[in-house]
């Protein structure tokens, strides 16, 4: 059927991830990648979703603090309303899960969603999955099934049929 249709779509990635494993990761799966310069560093863009995921790794952020980091996620979040921030780190030990709980309450409220990640497949797959289901005409086949499996699930509830009985009576 057509789920198994493979999904192509454009990505808009910062020109500082280049040469960055996602980005080759997306294109030998056929998406299409263009580098900007005029999106904030560390940022993937499917514009058809209208999605941003921001990549942080947790080591760099330790290293080089996180205030300067956490102004760059208040200018992402401002920018891009369906925002996430990828925290990879290949093992979330207690500093990985701290700096994570910091950002969270300094975000609390906002549109940001926080997601830890390990390695670059966990990465991709995680964004093709966000931003192909929050696309059209994706969201509208799975509302449309949703809808389905209600209409069903009401046609064979035995309380609607007892009704249904009661009302023919």
């Known amino acids: 059927g057509q789920e198994n249709a493979r999904w192509i779509t454009t990505v808009i990635m910062s020109s500082s991830l280049q040469s960055h494993e996602v980005s080759t990761s997306l294109q030998s799966q056929h998406h299409r990648v263009r580098y900007s310069d005029s999106v904030a560093n560390g940022s993937i863009i499917f514009s058809l979703s209208g999605i941003a995921f921001l990549l942080a790794d947790t080591q760099d952020l330790l290293k080089t603090g996180e205030e300067l980091f956490l102004d760059r996620i208040e200018k992402f979040i401002n920018i ?3 925002s996430f921030l990828l925290l990879s780190a290949a093992l979330h030990g207690p500093k990985e899960w701290d700096l994570m709980f910091r950002i969270q309450k300094r ?15 966990e990465t991709v797959k995680l964004m093709l ?16 099934r949703m809808l389905m499996a209600k209409a069903q699930i009401t046609d064979q509830s035995p309380v609607w049929k007892m009704l249904h009985k009661s009302q023919l009576d």
């Open 129 to 144: 999955t966000i931003a192909k289901t929050t696309c059209k005409p994706h969201i509208d086949n799975i509302r449309d």
């Open 107 to 121: 975000f609390l409220g906002s549109n940001l969603r926080l997601i830890p990640v390990h390695n670059t497949a």
């Open 80 to 82: 891009h309303r369906n």
